[in-house]
């Protein structure tokens, strides 16, 4: 069973920063990866997506304003979230694909991903 473990959520300040982070499994070399987010009473919505081939992919939401990058030494997923807003708040849940490939080039397709952390929660105020 592959074990995703998700870290830096919080609460910020509107305009504030959060980077999150996940650890990832040993085999995760050869896959795409990504974070996805949920608001009470929304529906799971993909955030960002890595693929293999270096690609990113983000939700119009986030463009501009969130980064997805991947420390291969530390064999960690982030996720860094600038000015954030309260429309932002949700939990966080960093995943792993199926394939090489998350998204189709233009967004986060979630029926690519194989398994989910356990989230982590931000919370924007305003």
């Known amino acids: 069973q592959v074990q995703l473990v998700e870290s830096g959520g919080g609460s910020v300040q509107a305009g504030g920063s959060l980077r999150l982070s996940c650890i990832l499994p040993?085999?995760?070399?050869?896959?795409?990866m990504g974070w996805s987010r949920q608001a009470p009473g929304k529906q799971r919505e993909g955030v960002a997506s890595?693929?293999?081939?270096?690609?990113?992919v983000y939700a119009d939401a986030v463009k501009g304003r969130f980064t997805i990058s991947k420390d291969n030494v530390k064999n960690t997923l982030y996720l860094q979230m600038n000015s954030l807003k309260p429309e932002d708040s949700a939990t966080y849940y960093c995943?792993?694909?199926?394939?090489?490939?998350?998204?189709?080039?233009?967004?986060?397709?979630?029926?690519?991903?194989?398994?989910w952390g356990q989230g982590t929660q931000v919370t924007v105020s305003s």
């Open positions: 890595l693929d293999t081939d270096g690609s990113t």
């Open positions: 995943g792993i694909g199926n394939g090489p490939y998350c998204s189709g080039g233009y967004f986060v397709e979630m029926v690519r991903f194989r398994t």
């Open positions: 040993g085999d995760s070399d050869g896959y795409c």
